[in-house]
Structure formats: structure tokens, C-alpha cells
T-cell receptor
Framework: KQEVTQIPAALSVPEGENLVLNCSFT??????LQWFRQDPGKGLTSLLL?????REQTSGRLNASLDKSSGRSTLYIAASQPGDSATYLC????????????????FGRGTQLTVWP | DTEVTQTPKHLVMGMTNKKSLKCEQH?????MYWYKQKAKKPPELMFV???????INESVPSRFSPECPNSSLLNLHLHALQPEDSALYLC???????????????FGDGTRLSIL
């Protein structure tokens, strides 16, 4: 069964720092990997999606990398701001069962980020 | 703005009530999902519909009854819930197979459910 782990569980930094959030998964048979942001009591906002054939994706101050063979992804946040404070969830999309083409997400437990002024 | 709309945003109900959660999308997605999320935990998959047919039930208690009446709408009917069912219920959609397994899932903002 696919298991996704995120490190660290929580992170508190001053404004302006460059950050790295880590995600690892146990089964490399994935379709893609998504990074989400979740504010307290809200839904999930998709930040970046990396296909299994890709190595990285960038959006503004965010950069995500994927090493499928080693089962790892990192989310890099440049020049962090207080508005970046949220929980960041990593999820891999994989087949619901062996032989199926229907995909489902497997989530990590998230990294709770606090950026203080 | 989310392209997956969930109503209501908040729901408070007693253990004997019957209520329904609604999810709607108009992106032409044929796979739709229900998740349950407790505080400070990741979303847990409950049900998956593909082409309006139930494909996955993750051993969810029968007091939760999903329904997919058409390709744009997904309901979750609630009856005789327990206090531990209080959570954020998230709906998501994506393209469905064949050939769309690498597409992203789009999430709604969720319904915050409280059971008294």
C-alpha cells in the first residue's frame, strides 16, 4: 500500500527565509504528485502538479522537484512571507488497485508552516 | 475561485436527523470523490465514482450514503450520524480513465459538519 510521509511536521520561520518541505512515498508506480495548500478550516488549493515523467515544476516563488525512483519530492519556497502560513500537503496519484486505470490520491500528514514578520 | 462547489458550507445536525451534502462541477469531469478530514489530519478517501458508478467504498459506515445522479452532481446523504463524524467533508473531481489518470484533482471548499 502506498504511504506518503512529510517532514517536518511543523516549521516556524521569520519572513524572508528560503524553505524546503520534504515528501517521500513508498511505491514509485505513480501517475503524478501534487502539492496542496490548506488554510485553517478551508479546502485544498492545488499549488503544483508534477507528472511522473517530469523532474520539476515552478510557479512564482514555488518550485517542486520529483525523483520518482527514490520516492522523493521537495517543495521549495523562496523568500517566504507571512501570507505563506498554512498547511502544505503532498499527495501522490496512483492506481486505486493493481491493474486499474482509475487513480486516487494518497496524502501525507502535511507540514504546518508559520512565517512570522 | 474553486470550480467545485459544495453546499452547504456549514451544517449542524442532531444524531437523529437526515441531511445531505451536495457537490457540483461543470468541468466535464467523470470521476468524483468524497473525502473526510478531521482537524490536523490529512483527507481520508471515502468514496469514488467513475462515470456515475460507485467504484470505491473505503469501508465507510452505512450511515453515509453517496449518490451520483448525473455527471455533474455528487451527493452524500447522512443519517443517524455520531459525534465522531464531525469533520470537514471535501468533494473533488478529475478526468476519468481511460487515458486521464495523470490529471489533477480539483477540490471544493468543503462542508464543515458538526454533530450534536
Amino acid at each position: 500500500k502506498q504511504e506518503v510521509t512529510q517532514i517536518p511536521a511543523a516549521l516556524s520561520v521569520p519572513e524572508g527565509e528560503n524553505l524546503v518541505l520534504n515528501c517521500s512515498f513508498t511505491d514509485s508506480a505513480i501517475y503524478n504528485l501534487q502539492w496542496f495548500r490548506q488554510d485553517p478550516g478551508k479546502g485544498l488549493t492545488s499549488l503544483l502538479l508534477i507528472q511522473s515523467s517530469q523532474r520539476e515544476q515552478t510557479s512564482g516563488r514555488l518550485n517542486a522537484s520529483l525523483d520518482k525512483s527514490s520516492g522523493r519530492s521537495t517543495l521549495y519556497i523562496a523568500a517566504s512571507q507571512p501570507g505563506d502560513s498554512a498547511t502544505y500537503l503532498c499527495a501522490v496519484r496512483a492506481a486505486v488497485r493493481r491493474g486499474s486505470t482509475l487513480g486516487r490520491l494518497y496524502f501525507g500528514r502535511g507540514t504546518q508552516l508559520t512565517v512570522w514578520p | 475561485d474553486t470550480e467545485v462547489t459544495q453546499t452547504p458550507k456549514h451544517l449542524v445536525m442532531g444524531m437523529t436527523n437526515k441531511k445531505s451534502l451536495k457537490c457540483e462541477q461543470h468541468m466535464g469531469h467523470r470521476a468524483m470523490y468524497w473525502y473526510k478530514q478531521k482537524a490536523k489530519k490529512p483527507p481520508e478517501l471515502m468514496f469514488v465514482y467513475s462515470y456515475e458508478k460507485l467504484s470505491i467504498n473505503e469501508s465507510v459506515p452505512s450511515r453515509f450514503s453517496p449518490e451520483c445522479p448525473n455527471s455533474s452532481l455528487l451527493n452524500l446523504h447522512l443519517h443517524a450520524l455520531q459525534p465522531e463524524d464531525s469533520a470537514l467533508y471535501l468533494c473533488a473531481s478529475s478526468q476519468a480513465p481511460p487515458g486521464y489518470s495523470n490529471q489533477p484533482q480539483h477540490f471544493g471548499d468543503g462542508t464543515r459538519l458538526s454533530i450534536l
